[in-house]
């Protein structure tokens, strides 16, 4: 492990980084970053002392994405079945499905 700044507790410690390739964490650091909205420009990851915080954080999302996409499929698929309207019924699952990222938990590189 190298010296890398914790996103939970904003230390430079020996840390787990994170996947700064993932499709929605690795775009929002760069869009701060550009933005000049990011006070730092380190590598960022997950200190050993953070670690549990991490886990639970993740645990929650993974359940969260679950309970969404459960919810998501049943709206659509109501309203599919009322209208026969298969556009309109996707874009409500996907709009539903999308309030999980509300909760994201940027996962670690492995």
């Known amino acids: 492990m190298k010296e890398i700044r914790c996103s939970l507790c904003n230390t430079v410690k020996n840390s787990i980084p994170l996947d700064m390739n993932d499709l ?4 929002y650091v760069r869009i701060m970053r550009k933005a000049g909205i ?11 002392d953070c670690k549990t915080t991490y886990d639970k954080m993740n645990k929650e999302y993974q359940k969260k994405k679950m309970i969404y996409l459960t919810i998501g499929l049943g709206a659509g698929l109501l ?22 990222v509300f909760s994201y938990c940027p996962p670690l590189k492995k």
């Open 79 to 100: 309203y599919l079945y009322f209208t026969s309207n298969i556009l309109a019924s996707l874009i409500i699952f996907l709009f539903v499905f999308g309030l999980s």
């Open 24 to 27: 929605v964490f690795g775009n």
């Open 38 to 48: 990011s006070k730092h420009n380190d590598n960022l990851g997950v200190c050993p």
